[in-house]
């Protein structure tokens, strides 16, 4: 029985000692490492716009490509593989047109509208319309006029001045569209 005693704790608590004494020594060698990861919590992207006005130059810009594009008219519901842009590639493709608001800053602002009702089947690359394409909105940030301008569409005259004063809102514009069932 004392054999019994003694193979059974060389067998089972040494082990567990050196594992214990090991990882003492990792704790006191990782305290002197940084961590290799940075945790998913801690990270966060950088911001692609560093001010407002960047922002906004960045939507002008867009607003001016796709004025200048000589591409021909984006009416069909097909896929172009040879395009590189994503928009044309999906099963669910759209196209741009530009949202025009006088009373906003920035005033055009590029909108998605859908080209399918329905969606593209990829083995046919016909338009499937047991599903249907519909519109992937985002929340904008833009600044809107607080108050009418003289001389616009249902403007009463108030014998008061309007003061062009804007405020940052954020509007609702269809980036993109998808397909669901």
């Known amino acids: 029985q004392l054999?019994?005693?003694?193979?059974?704790?060389?067998?089972?608590?040494?082990?567990?000692?050196?594992?214990?004494?090991?990882?003492?020594?990792?704790?006191?060698?990782?305290?002197?490492?940084?961590?290799?990861?940075?945790?998913?919590?801690a990270w966060a992207p950088d911001d692609p716009y560093t001010t407002m006005a960047d922002y906004?130059?960045?939507?002008?810009?867009?607003?001016?490509?796709?004025?200048?594009?000589?591409?021909?008219?984006?009416?069909?519901c097909q896929v172009n593989l040879r395009l590189w842009r994503s928009n044309r590639r999906s099963l669910s493709p759209w196209a741009y047109s530009i949202n025009h608001d006088a009373t906003r800053i920035p005033a055009d602002i590029p909108?998605?509208?859908?080209?399918?009702?329905?969606?593209?089947?990829?083995?046919?690359m016909q338009e499937?319309?047991?599903?249907?394409?519909?519109p992937i909105y985002s929340r904008l940030p833009v600044r809107r006029l607080l108050c009418q301008v003289p001389g616009e569409a249902g403007h009463q005259?108030?014998?008061?001045?309007?003061?062009?004063?804007?405020?940052?809102?954020?509007?609702?514009?269809?980036?993109?569209?998808t397909c669901i069932f």
């Open 3 to 41: 054999l019994l005693c003694i193979f059974t704790f060389a067998m089972v608590l040494v082990p567990e000692a050196k594992d214990q004494s090991k990882a003492a020594k990792g704790r006191r060698r990782g305290l002197a490492r940084p961590p290799t990861a940075t945790p998913a919590l």
């Open 56 to 76: 906004e130059r960045s939507i002008q810009d867009m607003v001016r490509q796709l004025r200048n594009s000589s591409e021909p008219g984006d009416t069909k």
């Open 111 to 124: 909108e998605a509208r859908c080209l399918c009702t329905g969606c593209i089947n990829p083995f046919t």
């Open 128 to 134: 499937d319309r047991t599903m249907a394409s519909i």
């Open 157 to 177: 005259p108030s014998g008061k001045k309007c003061h062009k004063k804007y405020q940052m809102v954020m509007e609702t514009i269809a980036v993109g569209c």
